[in-house]
Nanobody
């Protein structure tokens, strides 16, 4: 069955870095665009970063541009989110998403907390 399993969430100090991973299985990873969303306390879920199926095209929310980098490894069927210069407002549950036409899958989320 389809699975998206996120990992890497942690408590980190402001200014720190973290890399999230999302391992995909049960579908053809290279056919799907991959996205990272997040939902902070009391906030709506928002798109953070996206990568096309090839990985050549990426886009980011304005709030994370220059700090976050999305990448994908087709051989490992894994998508990553490298997060640098973390701020308290980056605190959220981060979700992995795979999408192709009408097919869409979600992971269970991983908690990132930025606090001193």
């Amino acid at each position: 069955q389809v699975q998206l399993v996120e990992s890497g969430g942690a408590l980190v100090q402001p200014g720190g870095s973290l890399t999230l991973s999302c391992a995909a299985s049960g579908f053809t990873f290279s056919d799907y665009a991959m996205r990272w969303y997040r939902q902070g306390p009391g906030k709506e879920r928002e798109l953070v970063a996206a990568a096309s199926s090839s990985g050549y095209t990426t886009k980011y929310a304005d709030s994370v541009k220059g700090r976050f980098t999305i990448s994908r490894d087709t051989a490992k069927s894994t998508v990553y989110l490298r997060m640098n210069s973390l701020k308290p407002e980056d605190t959220a549950v981060y979700y992995c998403n795979a999408i192709r036409n009408r097919n869409e899958y979600w992971g269970q989320g991983t908690q990132v907390t930025v606090s001193s």
